[in-house]
């Protein structure tokens, strides 16, 4: 999956890593005048709840005792170029909400506009981790493996049925 992807400069992955980060970190998630400036006039969020939240809901003040507890630096952080303003990352979030630690797939889309880079759209996906306490993630040599098996069934022309609620 990353063997192919356009790499980003080191300059630019560090300053949307460090971006990135900010949206959960307590003091400068809940700065409404730092956020303005991260989020796109466009933006808009699929949370990991299946919510959708607009730009507006996204720009809140911290209710007073209100933290963040998540793990940074951002779990298996990834960033690669999708055209030479675009960049789109991934990662696992790690956050405790209510006393139960949950994790998340994390996609963002951010777009550099002049000097800055601005955050489109964010994308959180529940998942589950592992029993054995390693990464909940598919290594990309387990998804390369999946994709080469699919792409041999559909050119040996071998129908498999599957039960959807199996997956």
Do not use: C
């Not at 999956?1 to 300053?15: F, I, N, P, R, V």
């Not at 970190?25 to 969020?45: G, Q, S």
């Not at 390693?134 to 493996?145: D, F, G, P, Q």
Request: hydrophobic share 35%.
């Amino acid at each position: 999956m990353h063997d192919e992807d356009t790499a980003l400069s080191e300059k630019d992955l560090d300053e949307i890593r460090q971006l990135e980060e900010s949206l959960w970190i307590t003091e400068t998630r809940f700065d409404v005048a730092l956020m303005d400036n991260v989020f796109a006039k466009d933006f808009f969020e699929f949370g990991r709840s299946g919510r959708t939240y607009t730009r507006a809901e996204i720009l809140v003040e911290a209710r007073p005792g209100q933290t963040i507890k998540a793990t940074i630096p951002l779990l298996s952080f990834h960033g690669r170029q999708l055209s030479p303003d675009i960049v789109q990352v991934t990662y696992v979030s790690e956050a405790v909400y209510g006393g139960v630690v949950e994790w998340a797939n994390r996609s963002s889309i951010w777009s550099r506009e002049g000097n800055s880079w601005k955050l489109r759209f964010h994308q959180g996906t529940p998942v589950d981790k592992s029993a054995d306490g390693t990464s909940h993630l598919l290594s990309h040599v387990a998804n390369a493996e999946r994709l080469r098996r699919s792409v041999e069934q559909l050119q040996s022309g071998e129908v498999i049925e599957r039960d959807p609620t199996q997956a």
